[in-house]
């Protein structure tokens, strides 16, 4: 069996054998080479034959964007998926990186069999479907992403509803300031509920993110806050507001200037 050729960008050297060390425990993987800045990264991908490139975006010389950038637009190296990794989940990053290619997105920290599934779901799918090009994540694809990534399980009903109000709040800033008023009984309508249900099933999905004391670690490594800040479980509405600000950063940034 040919195994799954994959090379390593991450200046986090740690980080870097952890993931070395367990790919190559898979029967079907090959870390074959490891990089710690986007200027060796490059001149990786040109002297080595890869499937997979796992890349960090932020990295000394050049960070993952400007790799992206010249996978993008050297024709040698368009047969690489790449699976971006990141400690930040700014909207605006990730769809630069969807523009320049990226397959996936992981965000810091994650597990590492996460890796091991992606993997072979982005080798699964160039097998069957060698022709079909990459389809741009959407906007529900990040929003999802982000919730999931938060330790927010997704069999919770809590799930649904936190994912619609952010929705919701991206294209409507002001439901924030009618939360109980029109955006319970919005999402509520759509899901055959009631508003009541809708607030006790995402302040039940807030306190299950809560629950473990690295879940925080790593939601306050998202949202910028501190640990001891987000000690304090936030409300239903402040908690749907860091996530949808923390998605629209590049519009609120748009806006300001114009005014």
Not at 36 to 49: A, F, P, Q, R, V
Request: charged content about 30%; overall charge negative; hydrophobic content about 40%.
């Amino acid at each position: 069996m040919e195994k799954i050729k994959i090379a390593i960008a991450d200046d986090n050297r740690e980080l870097v054998g952890l993931m070395k060390d367990y790919l190559n425990l898979q029967p079907n993987m090959e870390v074959v080479n490891v990089a710690y800045n986007g200027k060796t990264c490059i001149e990786m991908l040109k002297s080595e034959k890869i499937d997979i490139l796992l890349l960090d975006i932020i990295m000394p010389y050049l960070d993952g964007i400007a790799v992206l950038d010249e996978i993008k637009e050297n024709d040698d190296l368009q047969g690489i998926d790449v699976i971006m990794l990141s400690a930040f989940g700014q909207e605006s990053i990730m769809s630069q990186a969807a523009d320049y290619g990226a397959s996936y997105f992981i965000m810091k920290p994650f597990e590492t069999d996460r890796l091991v599934v992606q993997i072979n779901h982005i080798m699964n799918k160039r097998s069957n479907t060698p022709e079909e090009p990459e389809v741009k994540p959407t906007r529900e694809d990040i929003i999802t992403n982000m919730v999931k990534d938060i330790g927010i399980p997704p069999h919770l009903k809590g799930y649904s509803y936190l994912k619609e109000a952010v929705s919701l709040v991206l294209e409507q800033p002001e439901f924030l300031n009618k939360i109980t008023k029109e955006l319970y009984p919005g999402i509520a309508a759509k899901f055959d509920t009631t508003s009541s249900r809708v607030e006790r099933s995402i302040r039940h999905a807030i306190e299950q993110a809560w629950t473990r004391n690295e879940t925080v670690d790593h939601i306050s490594e998202i949202f910028g806050y501190s640990v001891a800040h987000l000690e304090s479980k936030p409300t239903n509405s402040e908690f749907i507001a860091m996530v949808a600000d923390s998605l629209q950063v590049e519009k609120r940034e748009k806006r300001e200037k114009s005014h």
